[in-house]
């Protein structure tokens, strides 16, 4: 499983990104976007910030203006080295300065009276102090306003998405070997994260190995628990390659399942692959819920699907567009999510299977590719 690494994005792909959604802002009545620290900012300029600093880093995007990042002097330099450097403009403060007094000109410029779209992560902090300094400005979650900026995948970003799928696959088909019985659940989790890592990933964002009753848990840490012969094995696991996602789900099952294991396995199966099915452009993302649940339901064990079906992937391994009843987006070619039923019986155990999806014009495209029967471990 080789695949070579692919070519960086250019100050010339994030000034496309930046321009996009300055105009994406505009569209949509918007003065301009406030980007803070994190995923919105790391899409748009490549610049990963060093830490999460309590001082103002302010990416300000209108359209007409020459993009501007407000920035720490003493974080200037690393700033100056992001990848999409050259396609913006460092406006610099420096400690005992007024930073929004720094911010405010470049929001002013298209009238301080405006609405922006701000990042969902910015602090409060930050916010408060804008409106603070500019009272008659008015924000808006980006996410609320601009619900598709990242969430439509290009060709390039579609091809890191499968390479960390691959990778993830290929971590699975190595895990599906080892012996669990007798070992903990946090032996197998630093198992997993080796494996992603010798694969390619560069960040390992969770590993949860949830056996016998604490796969009952959709979110479990791996424990000292020790995996006994006879457990149901939620294996979920996932981090960052060449910058994009991965995040895949299987549950194996130590030596001989029951009927029950099995039939509540199959069911889960089964929904996974209704909800992959119905994937096409133009449905509703609740609608690839509603398949994945109507399947469990009408088994008979609605009520232990304790979470939606899906949520995006992209430069974060969680992040909009969600999967989920109540959210009537539209699924469009491009965009990419995670299809993950389960069923969670409290005590017992749980089954989750999780792709990645990717919607084509033909329908629904899975970047996991490993078997989703109930795999037999030792
Ligand atoms: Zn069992
Ligand atoms: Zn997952
Ligand atoms: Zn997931």
Redo the contacts with the bound molecule.
């Keep these: 499983m080789t695949t070579g690494t692919p070519a960086p994005f250019t100050a010339a792909d994030y000034r496309a990104r930046m321009e996009r959604a300055a105009r994406s802002a505009a569209d949509a009545g918007l003065a301009g976007v406030l980007v803070a620290p994190g995923p919105d900012l790391v899409w748009l300029t490549g610049y990963h910030v060093p830490a999460d600093t309590e001082r103002l880093t302010l990416l300000v995007l209108a359209e007409g203006q020459e993009p501007t990042l407000v920035v720490p002097t003493l974080e200037a330099p690393d700033a100056a080295k992001a990848a999409g450097a050259d396609a913006m403009t460092l406006r610099d403060w420096t400690d005992g300065k007024d930073p929004y007094a720094v911010a405010a000109p470049l929001l002013g410029a298209r009238g301080a009276t405006g609405r922006f779209g701000v990042s969902d992560n910015a602090w409060a902090m930050h916010l408060l102090g804008l409106q603070r300094t500019l009272p008659d400005t008015s924000y808006v979650s980006l996410t609320e306003a601009l619900p598709m900026l990242r969430g439509v995948k290009d060709a390039a970003e579609l091809e890191r998405l499968a390479a960390a799928g691959a990778a993830a696959d290929a971590t699975y088909e190595e895990i599906r070997k080892t012996t669990f019985a007798g070992r903990k659940e946090s032996d197998i989790a630093r198992e997993l994260a080796d494996l992603l890592r010798q694969f390619g990933h560069s960040q390992v964002d969770f590993t949860v190995v949830g056996s016998g009753p604490n796969g009952a848990n959709p979110h479990h840490e791996a424990s000292d628990r020790v995996i006994q012969d006879?457990?149901?094995v939620v294996l979920d696991f996932g981090g960052l390659k060449h910058g994009y996602g991965s995040d895949t789900t299987r549950t194996v099952?130590v030596g001989e399942?029951?009927d029950e294991?099995r039939r509540v396995h199959d069911i889960v199966r089964e929904a996974q692959t209704a909800a992959c099915d119905a994937v096409r452009p133009g449905i509703a993302c609740q609608e690839v819920d509603r398949v994945a649940r109507q399947v469990i339901t009408d088994a008979g064990y609605g009520e232990y699907f304790i979470h939606r079906t899906g949520h995006g992937i992209g430069v974060t391994t969680h992040e909009p567009p969600y999967m989920i009843e109540g959210e009537e987006q539209p699924l469009v070619p491009g965009m990419c999510f995670s299809v993950e039923p389960g069923i969670y019986l409290p005590g017992r155990f749980g089954v989750r299977i999780e792709d990645i999806v990717t919607v084509t014009e033909d329908g629904g495209r899975r970047l996991n590719a490993t078997a989703r029967d109930l795999a037999i471990v030792g």
């Design positions: 006879g457990d149901m099952h399942p029951t294991e």
